[in-house]
């Protein structure tokens, strides 16, 4: 039974989820703006919103930056962590969340899947 299980499977076994997850925040972020399909960008909106609070925690203390770049890097590569801790944690110090936004896009003619945009606000 599918009684409380969260998140998307992706077609994938975990490790090969884990890795696609993290390529496509790297991506994100490094791009601000991907397109992909729609149940990918719907997965990892809750992701990049972990992540953008993690970054903005990290501009307190020396030792809650080291915490928190140490747990950024979990989820992004190193460029993208040094762009969230500088660019992102100042543009969004006003929000508390809702980072991103997703838009449907037409299904793509290859095989209909159905492709969003996921952009940050």
Avoid: C, W
Wanted: proline share 1%; charged share 30%.
């Amino acid at each position: 039974m599918k009684h409380r299980h969260q998140g998307r499977v992706l077609g994938r076994v975990r490790n090969q989820r884990n890795a696609l997850i993290k390529t496509l925040m790297g991506s994100l972020v490094m791009h601000e703006r991907i397109m992909t399909t729609e149940a990918k960008a719907k997965e990892i909106k809750n992701y990049i919103d972990q992540v953008v609070n993690k970054a903005k925690v990290a501009r307190g203390t020396a030792e809650r930056r080291v915490a928190m770049i140490r747990e950024i890097q979990k989820y992004v590569p190193m460029m993208a962590t040094k762009k969230l801790l500088g660019d992102f944690s100042v543009r969004f110090e006003a929000r508390k969340s809702g980072y991103t936004r997703v838009t449907k896009l037409e299904q793509r003619k290859s095989d209909g899947a159905k492709m969003a945009v996921i952009e940050f606000v």
